[in-house]
């Protein structure tokens, strides 16, 4: 008996049966007697590959397999291998590297003595007074009225800037931004400008004793950077038979 001859004598009954011939992908149906061979259906949204496509792309594989480039190495080959030496420095041995971390803390470290340099003088600004009153004659003298701003900047030995300023330091600075360039020196400043007599003697004018140097403000005041320890500001004149000298 052969499949056929089953499917004949389920059509003689009345029935309707289908058989799948898997290697074939045919569908074989009776319906109410009648054999009737149809491609199987496809089913909506699914595409099925059939078996001329299957071969045909086990023919393509087998193409490129045979085309495909072969490539022989003899049984005795050899590979060769370059090697180079590689040295290892440490970071301390490391010169380039350690001069850039010396110049990275320098410029750390000097801008950290800024920062607190400026922030000591705003705070001896801002709590500092004058120890004695501004003489009217100084009001408007563009000197005084210079000088005037640095009150409450702390003595620096050596300093010459709003950071901190000793006497010479201080005058230099002033007179500076007038145009009036002083050495750093108290000494030096008094062979500056011309000597004037006490009497005739003016705000703004450079007062000097042998080690000390302040500008006049009129009076018996001065504005100096005076010692250690202490700030910018107007003071009583404290020294004996001054010098004053005009400068400009």
């Not at 007697?33 to 590959?49: C, D, N, S, W, Y």
């Not at 800024?114 to 501004?134: K, M, N």
């Not at 006490?198 to 004793?209: I, R, V």
């Amino acid at each position: 008996m052969t499949p056929f001859t089953e499917l004949a004598q389920n059509a003689a009954v009345g029935r309707r049966t289908a058989v799948a011939a898997a290697g074939g992908a045919l569908l074989v149906s009776t319906f109410g007697g009648a054999l009737v061979a149809q491609a199987a259906p496809v089913e909506t949204g699914h595409a099925k590959m059939n078996s001329v496509d299957l071969n045909a792309l086990a023919t393509q594989a087998r193409e490129a397999l045979s085309n495909a480039p072969v490539v022989s190495v003899a049984p005795d080959a050899e590979l060769n291998v370059e090697k180079s030496a590689v040295s290892v420095v440490s970071a301390a041995e490391n010169e380039d590297y350690q001069a850039e971390l010396a110049a990275a803390e320098a410029e750390e470290a000097a801008e950290a003595a800024a920062a607190e340099a400026a922030e000591a003088a705003e705070a001896a600004a801002s709590t500092a007074s004058s120890s004695v009153d501004i003489p009217a004659s100084a009001i408007g003298n563009s000197v005084i009225s210079i000088a005037s701003r640095y009150i409450g900047v702390p003595y620096v030995s050596g300093g010459s800037s709003p950071s901190g300023m000793d006497c010479s330091g201080f005058t230099k600075y002033v007179y500076g931004q007038l145009g009036i360039n002083l050495p750093h020196s108290s000494s030096s400043q008094a062979s500056y400008g011309t000597q004037v007599p006490a009497s005739e003697a003016q705000p703004g004018d450079l007062m000097w004793t042998p080690g000390h140097v302040s500008i006049y403000a009129g009076g018996n005041t001065m504005i100096d950077a005076s010692k250690p320890g202490t700030v910018v500001d107007f003071r009583t004149i404290w020294q004996s038979n001054p010098t004053f000298i005009r400068l400009g």
